[in-house]
């Protein structure tokens, strides 16, 4: 009996801390804008290619306030919405708000 509770302590330890490894890692901005850089690029300049803004303009952040890139994110873009003509996925159902938030805050510290 003994060993039982020994082996479903360590099975709730373990779950326990990959719950906690788990809402680390959701909640860093670098992590989750993986998702984002094959269209944006890593440094937020945007690609050439997909026509995507770039984030590190101060005049394209003016233009951006956080609620409107949260909303983006979480909406997308249709084809018809935007420049270039190609669409931005929206993000609500792959991403938490908490995840949206700090994806958002980390295209805002791209400005210089
Ligand atoms: C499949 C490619 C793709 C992915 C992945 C993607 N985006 Fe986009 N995103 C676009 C395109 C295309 C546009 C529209 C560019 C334009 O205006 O023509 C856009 C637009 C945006 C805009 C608004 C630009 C504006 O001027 O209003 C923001 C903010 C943004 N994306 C952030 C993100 C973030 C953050 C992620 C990751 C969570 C992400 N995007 C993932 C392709 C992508």
């Not at 998702?35 to 303009?57: E, L, R």
């Not at 609500?92 to 805002?108: F, G, L, N, Q």
Request: with cysteine.
């Amino acid at each position: 009996m003994r060993k039982i509770w020994t082996l479903l302590t360590i099975v709730g330890f373990l779950a326990g801390s990959m719950f906690f490894a788990g809402t680390a890692f959701s909640a860093d901005g670098a992590k989750l804008y993986k998702k984002c850089q094959g269209c944006h690029s890593k440094d937020g300049k945007g690609k050439a290619k997909k026509q995507t803004p770039d984030f590190t303009n101060a005049d394209w952040q003016s233009r951006h306030s956080l609620d409107k890139i949260k909303k983006v994110i979480a909406e997308g873009m249709k084809k018809t919405e935007t420049k270039s003509g190609k669409a931005m996925p929206g993000f609500s159902k792959r991403m938490s708000a908490e995840e949206i938030d700090t994806v958002a805050k980390y295209v805002k510290a791209f400005s210089k």
